[in-house]
């Protein structure tokens, strides 16, 4: 039972359009939605964060957006790049625990 | 700082052998954890630590042991490896968590590719 899933396994964008990679989630007793960013055979990094009391978080070319009636989380991209190539993983934190939960990840190809 | 370090960074194991993935990190983080990552999958955590001493199970803990002697080492033990334990390893480090507050970011190593023939 996946309380954390990422539905779309790879996106393909021209570079200088926006990229969207949504993650979709069951529970509502997260208080922290992240980001994380892989290249290939490296760990992931952070890249953006937003708390349950807000919908928004910006951070220079990327946002993420938090939807909770809908139970929904997004990353937007923009203008992508080249470099934003990546794996993208959503992650979310229970309340109470340090924990994250992962969701399966969405390959990202920007295309000069 | 060299961050999180993990050791070695691939591995070929016969079923059955053990082996310990060596994790260190100089961020004098209180929180450490072990996470696998399989193809097409999100990471599973294995195991974490909430400082020198004290361990609890992840979502994933069969077939693994850990121990965390000092706030900077926390290595994860294979004793009888299965081909199922064929992935990818990371381990991450973070500061400790305190409800209530702004979530502290969690570190994450290289990584060990692990094969089970």
């Known amino acids: 039972d996946q309380q954390v899933k990422q539905n779309s396994p790879s996106l393909s964008v021209q570079e200088g359009r926006i990229s969207i990679l949504n993650c979709d989630y069951t529970?509502?007793?997260?208080?922290?939605f992240l980001w994380y960013k892989k290249y290939p055979a490296e760990g992931p990094t952070f890249l953006i964060s937003?708390?349950?009391?807000?919908d928004k978080n910006e951070d220079g070319r990327f946002t993420v957006f938090l939807n909770k009636s809908a139970k929904h989380l997004s990353l937007h991209i923009v203008p992508s790049q080249p470099g934003d190539s990546a794996v993208y993983f959503c992650?979310?934190?229970?309340?109470?625990?340090?924990?994250?939960?992962f969701g399966q990840g969405t390959t990202l190809q920007v295309k000069p | 700082n060299a961050g999180v370090t993990q050791t070695p960074k691939f591995r070929i194991l016969k079923i059955g052998q053990s082996m310990t993935l060596q994790c260190t990190q100089d961020m004098n983080h209180n929180y450490m954890y072990w996470y696998r990552q399989d193809p097409g999958m999100g990471l599973k955590l294995i195991y974490y630590s909430v400082g020198a001493g004290i361990t609890d199970k992840g979502e994933v803990p069969n077939g693994y042991n850990v121990s965390r002697s000092t706030t900077e080492d926390f290595p994860l033990r294979l004793e009888l490896a299965a081909p199922s334990q064929t992935s990818v390893y990371f381990c991450?480090?973070?500061?400790?968590?305190?409800?209530?507050?702004?979530?502290?970011?969690?570190?994450f190593g290289p990584g060990t590719r692990l094969t089970v023939l």
């Open positions: 992650a979310l934190k229970p309340v109470q625990t340090g924990k994250l939960i």
């Open positions: 937003i708390s349950s009391i807000k």
């Open positions: 991450a480090s973070s500061y400790k968590f305190e409800p209530g507050t702004q979530y502290n970011e969690q570190f």
């Open positions: 529970n509502s007793m997260f208080d922290y």
